[in-house]
Each structure stands twice: as C-alpha cells, then as structure tokens.
C-alpha cells in the first residue's frame, strides 16, 4: 500500500468506528459484535503506530465512544471517566502483569479481581451522606444529568448507613438489568412487535436515557459499584474502599478478590470463565486492578484508560451449525418474519433450533443461501444471533434465500412498510395469525384481562366458528362453551366472568387492547387522556391526532384509517354496546383538570417529543392562549432547549417561571 492510500484506509476505518460507537451508546442498537469492533479498534491502534504521520487527536483509539444524549443536561466530570484496555488472551493480561511489575520497580503490589458488568456505567456525588447527583459517561469529560432516572433505582442509597464515608465523595457502577427482568422486558416487547433489545447493556443504558423516570422506575434497573474517589479517601486500598463502601449501603460485588501472584490472576479467570454463567446479572469480562491507590497514581493513565487496570474479555460462545430451512411467520399486526430453523447445537448451556432473521435487510446483508453453516452467537446474550456465513461450506448449486412476496398463511401479496425493512400482510381481516393474535391480545392480562382464554382457548374458539373478532367475545354464553374441547363448567365459567369483569376495564387500556398499528401501551394511554372517548376520536382529522403528545404523523394515519374501516367501525359499536369503556371514567376526567385553562403562554426554544406549532395547537386546544412575547401578563414560559439568553433574563426580571418540556406535557396528563 502507498502512503495516500494507507491514509485513506486509516480514515475509513475511523469513520466505521464512529458510526459503530454512535450505534452503540446513543442508539444502543449495535450492528456488529463487541469481538467484532475490538478487532477493528486494534487494526487501528496497530495502524497509528507505524504510521505516526496519520495520528490524530480525535481518533476514536484516542478517545471514549461518546453517549451524550439530547434532552439531558451535561455536566462537565470533576475527574475524567475512562475506558479500560481490553484483551481477549490470558497471555496480554500477563504481559500487563509483567509491564506493571517493571514500572513499580522493585515495589510489593497487589492485585484486585474483579467482574467486569455489563452494564452502562455511572458516577455518582453524594455530599454529607446524600446523593447529589448522577452522571453516565458521556465521552468521558462531560456526560448526561440522569439524576431523576438513578433515584428511582431501588439498590441506590439516596441517604448512606452511618460510616466513615467522607463528606463528599463520587462512587462509580455500573447500571443493569438483570437477565429475568430483561428476558421479561424482551418477551414484552416481542409480543407488542417492538425491536428487542440486543442485550441487558443496551437495554439497561437505553431505559437510563428514558425521558421519564417513572418509566424508568417500571424497568427495574440494578446496580454494582466498583470505584471510589474522593479528595479524603478512606484507604489507600482500593479493595479496603470498597469494603467501607459496602458498608455504607451500595452494592459491591462480593465476587472480587484479592490476589498476590500472576497465578491467582489466571485462576480467577478460569474460575469465572465458566461459573459467571450462574450470575443473575450479565458480564463481559474481568477486571484487574492494581489495590494501592498510590500505586494506581504513579502507573497513571494513557489518552483513554488508566494503566492501573485491565480488562479481560470472555470470549462470546458461538457455534456453525447447518440452516435447516428458513420460516416466514406472519405476527399479529401482518408483520412478516424470517426464522433460521437450524440443526440443533448446544450454545451456552441450552439447544439453539431457531434464530430470528429479523428482516430481509439482514437476511440480505448475511448473503445466506440455502443450507450454509451459519455462525450462531450468544456472548451472553439469550437471544441467539446469526452473525455470519461459512462461504466455503456453501453447496454447489445452492440458491439465494429469498424473502416470501406472499403471505405464507394466506398466500396475499406482500407490501412494504414505508420507512422500514419490514414486509406486512394487508389482509388485515382475512389472515389468521393476525386475526386471531388479535383476539388474544385483546384477552391478554395488561389488555382485558380475561381470565380463561389464551392461545390455546382463542384458537378453539376461533376454530369453532364462535369468535371470529373481539366483539364476538360479548355474544359468548355459558352453553356455547360447555362441551368444547377441554372446556368444563369450571372453566366455562372463568370465561364467562372474565368477560364481564372486562367491562370495567378503564378506557385507556380498551384502546391498547384494540390492536391499533403502532399503538403501543404508553401511546395508547396517552391517546386516552387527550381524546377522553371514543366517539371523540372517531371524530378527530389526522391533524388533530398529531396534537397528542407522542403521536407523530404514523401513528395519526395507522389511527385515522382504523377507525374508518367498516370492520372496526362495526366492532367497536358492538363493544360500546356490550358495556366496554369507552370513554374516560369521571374519576379521570376530573384528575386531568383545567391546568391550562385562561393562561397565557410563550414558547421558546427547541423540543424533543412535538414541534413548535403542534405545542401551539395543544395550547389552543387546552384553553390557553399562545403570545409571542414575554410580558408581565405571561403565566409561563414552555422553555426548550437553545432558549435565548435575553429572553432567560426577561422572564427571571419579571419573574415568569419557566417550564420544561417534560413538566408542560405532565401538566396536561401527557404522561
Ligand atoms: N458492538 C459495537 O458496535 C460496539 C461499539 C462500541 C463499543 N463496543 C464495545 O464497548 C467497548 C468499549 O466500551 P467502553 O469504553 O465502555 O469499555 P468497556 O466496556 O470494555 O470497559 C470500560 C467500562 O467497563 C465498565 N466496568 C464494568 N465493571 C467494571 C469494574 N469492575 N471496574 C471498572 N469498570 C467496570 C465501566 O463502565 C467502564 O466504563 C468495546 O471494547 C466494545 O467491546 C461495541
Ligand atoms: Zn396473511
């Protein structure tokens, strides 16, 4: 290679490692492995150092992947947060081992193993024993105010046990999900037809960017602490630290341990290497540390990490296991979905059969032909995953998967959903699985909570000819369903309660039952406040729709043609006629109040979740009155970001108080 083209290799690889960090922490959508990445940051680092012409500054070998978020204040880190340097192989461990020894000269050192949590991480300043503030990473001098979000996390002390803790200190973790809360969450989201979350690290740092703590607070985030920094340290030990720190209240993991020799090092590793396996939260790797923070202060740091410390990384369990054959499944919304039924192989203790494809995007990008050996993964992850193609193993003659371009149930020609890699049946009303995903989504415990009638029931019924839609459900009696298949008096009769008590199911979640494309749980909830009945809605232009917090242009149109279908316009009159809630309860009408009523309201600055005019539209339609001007007469200011600094001054001159986004959409029950 010439030097002009080494220069352009080196920026293309930088600008692929941008795009893969951005993914990665802002997105929390990675599109390739950790392994993956690590290879390429390393082909980069080794590039930087024979060529030192082409170093630069802002290369991402020389800085960490950035999660600064709009939406969150930044506040700038007292002491940097870096990143770890990572190996893969006992032997760079040893060779850190050794590189540490020479520096310290002839000086005793300890080590500290610890796990490496795979989370996203998080520093916290608490100040005479109470919490101040919580910080993520950011790109290490600065990161986001999530302070709201971390007090809803239950294992985070706001106020420590009695101590010796000094009087200001910053404590940094990790932030979790554990796996059953996000095997939950996944399964949650599978069933809505919401992406998944690729791992309990995106999930976790993509529940701790929610603009809504109590959303946050719903996700049940965990916590591990594992770095304490304070102008008063307790101990010159890191581990003695952490031990103090335990007994102050946080959560330190009783899983590290002290080591003296290199031995004990590569015991620990192989110690954890097989039983992190039993953890009930995820981790990526180990973490050495060297104890004394002395020690830590005279090894110092590189641009991005200290070289203090290492990480070492598991290697993600895969496996090459022959397609079997590809499956095309329609869901409830008509959403077709590529399947891998594979040759059964053992990954990470359990047998992996299947493998979503996803889309055709992947199935595309994968190149995957009929009967090729296909790389499965699970790195910890529960999903498995397809991450590649044995070319050489692909058989003479063998053919390019192609995505089905007819419904495999009804046989319906596809269409494409607009703006996504998606392909959907449209015969909404004619397609069983979506007909009858319908029914059951509609009985499922957050919806109706009809107790008695899930998969099974709702494809007896259907079969039977007796429930053909939701509505059908309210013709059900007690002697039609006696004598059905595995149907006795006890169980006829849950049925037959069940769909009574559904009548009093409150508004917001008849709409979520209704099975509205993309209208999911909170959306829907939402919608109900602002709409407060049905007939209202039927009633409402697209326009109007877009006026409600979170219903963007999409989710108007899916809502708008719904309701214009003869179909659903049939269907939700013989509901409204059953006794379902259609309309808000008094007891809501009254909470949601007059807040807007009379004010006079300037809008200033730019937002996250509407634009501009749709905020004067809400304000118009709350009762309110949009002024341009800041006036003695002004009752707030609904303040974005970039407000201008003149206008700040006016409103503290006069005194207008100056209200959030967030706070605005709580106070007409957006939230
Ligand atoms: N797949 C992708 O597209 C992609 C993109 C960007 C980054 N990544 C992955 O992320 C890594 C870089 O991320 P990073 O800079 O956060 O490094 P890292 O995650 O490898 O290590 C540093 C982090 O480890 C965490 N940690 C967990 N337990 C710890 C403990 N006991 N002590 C100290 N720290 C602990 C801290 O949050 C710290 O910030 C890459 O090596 C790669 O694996 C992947
Ligand atoms: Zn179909």
Partial sequence: MDLSSVKLYIENLRKDLNRHNYNYYVLN??????IEFDKLMKELESLEQEFPEFVDPLSPTQRVGSDLTKGFEH???????????NSYSIEEVDDWFNRVKKSLAKEQFNIVGELKFDGTSISITYKSGRMIRAVTRGDGTQGDDVTANVKTIKSIPLELQPG???????????????????????????YNEEPLFANPRNAASGTLKMQDPKEVAKRHLDARFYYLLSDNLPYDSHYKNMEAARSWGFKVSSCMKKLNSLDGVNEYIKYWDIHRKELPVATDGLVFKIDSINQQLNLGFTAKSPRWAIAYKFNPENACTPLKYVSFETGRMGIVTPVANLEPVLLSGTIVKRASLHNDDIIQELDIYEGDWLYVEKGGEIIPKITGVDKERRLPNAKKI????KCPVCGTPLIKIYGE????????YGCRPQLTGKIEHFCARRMMNIDGIGEETTELLFDCGLVKNIADLYDLKYDNLLGLDKIGEKTANRIIDGIEASKSVPFERVIYALSIPNVGETTAKRIAKAVKSIDNMQMMSEEELTAIPDVGQIIAKSIYDFLRDPINIDIIARLKQAGI?????????????????GKIIVISGTFLHHS???YKEIIERE??????????????????????????EKCEKLGIPLISEEEFLEMIGGK
């Fill in 29 to 34: 959508s990675p599109q390739i492995s950790d």
């Fill in 75 to 85: 506040v700038v880190h007292v002491r940097p947060m870096m990143s770890l340097s």
């Fill in 164 to 190: 010796d803790w000094p009087e200001e200190f910053e404590i940094r973790g990790e932030i979790l999900m554990p796996w059953d809360i996000f095997e939950k969450l996944n399964a949650e989201r599978e």
């Fill in 402 to 405: 192609q995505f089905v371009d």
């Fill in 421 to 428: 890699a998606a392909w959907c049946c449209p015969n909404h």
């Fill in 581 to 597: 809630q259609m309309e808000l309860s008094q007891e809501k009408l009254s909470s949601l109040g007059d807040a807007l009523v």
């Fill in 612 to 614: 501009r005019d749709e």
């Fill in 623 to 648: 009762g309110a009155k949009n002024s341009s001007s800041i006036s003695k007469k002004t009752s707030f200011v609904l303040a974005g970001d970039n407000m201008g600094p003149s206008k700040k």
